[in-house]
Structures are given as structure tokens and as C-alpha cells.
């Protein structure tokens, strides 16, 4: 190969590096300011049904939730903290079949009123 070529593949790959380093630290930073913003986050995190309600603002969503019975309400205000189906079910007495069952069911019923 000749000078001007490898020079060419030099230039090429340095270009490339800094294209992948400027990209590894933007993203670096945006999963900071992600992190930063789950910690202010975590102390407004809804923990019981009322909660729950309380921070619905779209009318007909919260008129539907008012619809649905309590234990469905307490399965989806736990998913939203974390938990997996089989803890949830060990909570609430249902199977995770149950679960997973009335979830699908709120979530059919949402997407009709939606």
C-alpha cells in the first residue's frame, strides 16, 4: 500500500474514534442526568392506589380507573414499582395467570376508552 493511502485510512479511523468517543461520553452523561432524575423522582413514587389516582390529569382515564375493582388497581400499582407478577400474586392470592389476566383485561378496556 502506499503513504497516501494508509495516511488516508489513518485519517479515516481517527475520525471515526473520536466519532465513537464524543458518543460514549454523551452518553455517559445523559444516563447521569437519567439517574439524577430517578432519585428526585423516587420520593413521589406512587405506592398505594390513591396515589395512583391522585396523579391521573386525563379525565377519562381516571373515570375508567374508577371503574375497575381494587385488587386490579393494587396489581398495577404494584407492577409499577417493580414487582414481578409471581411476588405480586403472593400479595394479592391470585395466580400469575390471574395477574396477567386482569392486566390484559385493563389494558383492552384503556385502549377502547383511549
Known amino acids: 500500500m502506499d503513504e ?3 495516511g488516508q485510512i489513518r485519517i479515516d479511523d481517527r475520525a471515526d474514534f473520536n466519532s465513537n468517543r464524543r458518543f ?3 452518553t455517559s452523561n445523559f444516563g447521569e442526568y437519567l439517574e439524577g432524575m430517578a432519585d428526585r423522582e ?3 413514587e406512587v405506592k398505594t392506589v390513591e396515589d395512583l389516582l391522585d396523579e391521573i390529569e386525563n ?3 381516571y373515570r375508567a380507573l374508577l371503574t375497575v375493582d381494587r ?3 393494587q396489581i398495577l400499582v404494584m407492577k409499577m414499582q417493580g414487582y414481578s407478577t409471581k411476588e405480586i400474586s403472593s400479595v394479592v392470592g391470585l395466580t400469575t395467570g390471574a395477574i396477567y389476566a386482569r392486566l390484559d383485561h385493563l389494558r383492552k378496556k384503556l385502549r377502547k376508552i383511549l
Do not use: P, V
Open 24 to 26: 460514549c461520553h454523551w
Open 59 to 61: 379525565e377519562n382515564l
Open 42 to 44: 423516587r420520593s413521589d
Open 4 to 6: 497516501d493511502t494508509i
Open 71 to 73: 385488587r386490579t388497581l
